[in-house]
């Protein structure tokens, strides 16, 4: 080596036993990074990617990725994922109690009193049976189902809005005149799952479980009460053929652009449609959430929601569980809520109240405060279902062949039983 | 042994150094395969020709098939086959356990989604390949003739294919949804008509039509009456151009329609539309393909075979059925088969377009199967696996169909 050649080549040297003292230390420099697989029905993506752009300034060693996707992608892709191991670390997910065998349980490297204190009651949508005392997620939404009315209709059509108590029926026949005299595609559509069918079930007397705690016999009185209904208003013209006749199997449909477009009267979907439909409609019409329709057993929602849960294939657990520590932190939790115009499923936040920004409408404040009143009044059994393991597999069951007595290749009565008989096989299996 | 090359030096061309480049290259093969030869000796050269492609195939094709045929045969819902226990023919049980195969509805769930399937896609076969068949004809008939702007029209008629089949289905559900472009035609073509038929242009252009048409009749039978009647057929004629005045001067409502109500395509559970549609659509995407195929058979009939026939005085209809159907009937029945193979293999535009609905109406076995393996809360892989056996029973069937009618044309 020349003379000229010598400085370099010290340099170059120097520089290389640096990069491998580098890399040789991987404690020092190496980043994890973690996916969250998110579905959002708004900006909730949004809202948790700019929260944990926070949390990675303040943990420069953990990246979190949010991969936003569609519902259908969570819905029907995650457990196989899942069980190719090839699953995200954490997930934003809705059939709670139905993937609990791949969640993490984040007890080892959280503040468990604290989780305990302020989740009790959304907890257990995620454990199985009553040994199971994990915890393995949040719910960044508690949910309640419900319908959306669309005020202006009835005011143009001079028809008198049902009032508290109401039933089913009475909402019928008043929505049918605003059909009629307003001259509107549909009175009322439903969203294509046996989730918001439950709640009306439930209203009509549906047990969905037997003595002990089995869905041996799903489809009861009450039960078929509201198939009977929802048949019946499909051929009248009330439902709309687009969303239960309108695909097949246990598709998941939304109405909700219906609702947007003036398409229908009423839309029985639920509180995560709030901010939605305050950022859609605008003030095209005025919309409202009443109180929750009657049965002869009430005046039951649904609850519900989505949690943000980690799953046990994550290589990093003790990263995993400091992400969602700092997501439930209660500043951070509080924002979340706020921003996507959620109803709180953490107690303490709760309890303090939420301020909802100025962007949200008065009609937005009072249909929330109607849906927190509504969650006081749900019953036993829609809890006890939400709650329950393979209560997908009763959603499922319900679309797929409730449909199929709309559209014709079953009656009710064949329905009724293949209801059953595709529950017990799922929960056989 | 190897040849000597030259060098490079004084290559006068980039086309010149690619030669030699290339000529280096298989210099620099033949050593190894010429070791492999003397291994394996040269009749099986061949087989180390086939190798690489044969391992791609068996890894992505043949490799799946055998796992499938495995799961059909295993319970359970992991995706892991260790966690699978093996259940025998269970699964064949669900699918085949029906009362009346007519009848899905006397089968047990699996086998109810998987009949329902089968009875879809049949009709659909049996109605989309005749139909694609004949207009994949006509339309390479009409592009084999010296017609301007051939290449043009092969091109537009070949362009569907080239569509992902998810957007082809995407394209159409925007033209054929409630809002979408074809009832919004159909909804401005009736209101602009509504509009049109009061004004006094529209009155007089129609009276002056009808008034021509009637004219036309009176006096072509009038041309055929004695002298003695022609004063009748007169007032005939006067009557009727007084009932035409009355009906398109004084009531143009009489032609007014009713207000258009958007028609629901693929969501209409008893007008049969939904199917229609499916069929359409597929066909329209498909058609440029098999379109193709009939026009290179169509090219490759010998043109002597025609002069002779126009010397002899042959009509065209009476060539077609003596020469084109003939010498075309190979390349019609791969065209046939192919066709029937793909068609049992509808999935993706058919889910894009109507999910299967309304109801399970447009339901094909694929969906079938995608829906027990992947959706919802019970993933049932084995009764996917066992249907997918199923169906690929017909498919073999089929292929063998189409291999004995290719070595019988072949003699």
């Not at chain 2, 280096?24 to 492999?36: E, S």
């Not at chain 2, 258009?260 to 199917?275: A, E, H, T």
């Not at chain 2, 002069?307 to 159907?325: H, P, V, Y």
Request: aromatic residues 12%; charged residues 15%.
């Amino acid at each position: 080596m020349t003379t000229a050649w010598k400085g370099p080549g010290l340099l170059a040297l120097g520089l290389t036993t640096s990069l491998f003292a580098a890399t040789a230390t991987p404690a020092l420099a190496q980043t994890v990074n973690l996916r969250y697989l998110c579905y959002a029905d708004a900006n909730e993506c949004d809202v948790a990617r700019d929260l944990l752009d926070r949390f990675e300034k303040a943990n420069p060693a953990i990246k979190v990725t949010v991969d936003k996707v569609g519902f259908a992608v969570i819905r029907e892709q995650l457990e196989t994922r899942l069980q190719g191991g090839e699953a995200p670390d954490m997930a934003r997910v809705t059939n709670l109690g139905g993937l609990n065998k791949y969640y993490l349980d984040l007890r080892p490297h959280i503040n468990a009193a604290n989780w305990e204190a302020n989740f009790a009651t959304t907890l257990p949508w995620m454990r199985v049976g009553p040994n199971d005392k994990g915890i393995y997620g949040w719910m960044t939404q508690l949910t309640v189902t419900g319908p959306f009315v669309n005020k202006t209709m009835f005011d143009q059509t001079g028809v008198k809005m049902p009032g508290a108590g109401a039933t089913w029926d009475d909402w019928a026949k008043a929505l049918a005149e605003v059909q009629k005299k307003g001259k509107i595609y549909s009175g009322m559509a439903l969203d294509r799952t046996g989730h918001r069918f439950a709640g009306i079930a439930i209203s009509m007397g549906a047990k969905y479980f037997d003595a002990q705690g089995n869905p041996s016999a799903v489809v009861d009185d009450g039960f078929k009460a509201t198939a009977e209904r929802v048949v019946q208003w499909h051929k009248d013209g009330l439902m709309p053929p687009d969303i239960w006749p309108g695909a097949s199997g246990a598709k998941w449909k939304n109405a909700g652009d219906m609702f947007i477009n003036s398409d229908t009267a009423m839309h029985i979907a639920g509180s995560w449609m709030i901010q939605k439909f305050q950022s859609d409609i605008g003030n095209k019409f005025e919309w409202i959430v009443p109180p929750q329709p009657c049965g002869p057993a009430g005046c039951s929602a649904m609850p519900g929601g989505a949690a943000m849960v980690a799953f046990k294939s994550t290589k990093h657990p003790a990263e995993v569980a400091k992400v969602m520590e700092f997501m439930v932190s209660e500043p951070i939790i509080k924002e979340y809520y706020e921003r996507t115009v959620q109803i709180p499923a953490h107690k303490a936040v709760a309890e303090k109240g939420l301020t909802y920004g100025k962007e949200v409408g008065e009609q937005t404040q009072a249909a929330l405060k109607q849906f927190t009143a509504d969650f006081a009044k749900i019953s036993p059994v829609a809890h006890q279902l939400q709650a329950y393991q393979r209560n997908v597999a009763i959603f499922n069951a319900t679309v797929n062949y409730v449909a199929q007595a709309i559209t014709g290749p079953l009656t009710l009565q064949q329905a009724y039983p293949k209801i059953q008989e595709e529950i017990d096989n799922a929960v056989k299996k | 042994m190897t040849t000597a090359t030259p060098s490079p030096k004084g290559a006068a061309s980039g086309g010149a150094l690619a030669l030699w480049l290339w000529s280096r290259l298989g210099d620099a093969l033949d050593g190894p395969f010429r070791a492999v030869q003397r291994h394996v000796g040269a009749h099986r050269m061949a087989y180390v020709f086939l190798l690489p492609n044969l391992l791609v195939f068996g890894l992505f094709s043949f490799w799946p098939m055998i796992l499938n045929f495995y799961i059909a045969f295993t319970g359970g819902q992991s995706v892991l086959l260790g966690e699978r226990p093996f259940v025998g023919l269970e699964n064949f049980r669900e699918l085949l356990g029906c009362q009346s195969y007519l009848d899905p509805k006397t089968c047990p769930v699996a086998g109810f989604s998987f009949w329902t399937g089968v009875w879809n896609t049949l009709f659909f076969a049996l109605v989309q390949v005749p139909v694609m068949v004949v207009v994949a004809l006509l339309t390479a008939l009409v592009l084999n003739r010296d017609i301007r702007g051939r290449g043009f029209w092969r091109a537009v008629y070949f362009y569907p294919v080239m569509l992902s089949p998810v957007v082809v289905a995407v394209i159409w559900d925007w033209v054929l949804k409630r809002r979408g472009i074809l009832n919004e035609w159909l909804g401005d073509a009736t209101d602009g008509w509504n509009a049109l038929v009061p004004t006094i242009g529209f009155r007089l252009a129609a009276f002056a039509l009808v008034g021509l048409l009637i004219h036309a009749a009176v006096m072509r039978i009038a041309r055929r009456l004695p002298e003695a009647r022609r004063t009748l057929a007169a007032r005939i004629a006067a009557a009727l151009g007084s009932i035409t005045v009355v009906t398109f001067v004084l009531t143009p409502q009489a032609l007014t329609l009713p207000d258009y109500r958007p028609i629901n395509w693929l969501i209409d559970v008893r007008s049969g539309w939904p199917m229609f549609w499916v069929i359409f659509v597929y066909t329209w995407g498909h058609l440029g393909f098999y379109m193709l195929i009939l026009l290179a058979g169509l090219q490759s009939i010998p043109k002597d075979l025609y002069e002779a026939a126009e010397m002899d005085g042959t009509s065209k209809g009476r060539q077609f059925w003596r020469i084109t159907l003939p010498l075309l009937m190979p390349t019609m029945i791969v065209v046939l088969v192919l066709s029937l193979i793909r068609a049992f293999q509808v999935f993706d535009e058919v889910y894009v377009l109507t999910g299967g609905g309304p109801g399970q109406a447009t339901k094909m076995l694929i969906q079938h199967i995608y829906e027990s393996a992947f959706i919802g809360d019970a993933k049932r892989y084995g009764i996917a696996a066992a249907s997918s056996v199923l169906v690929a029973g017909v498919l073999l069937v089929l292929t063998l169909l189409q291999l004995a009618a290719t070595r019988k044309r072949a003699g």
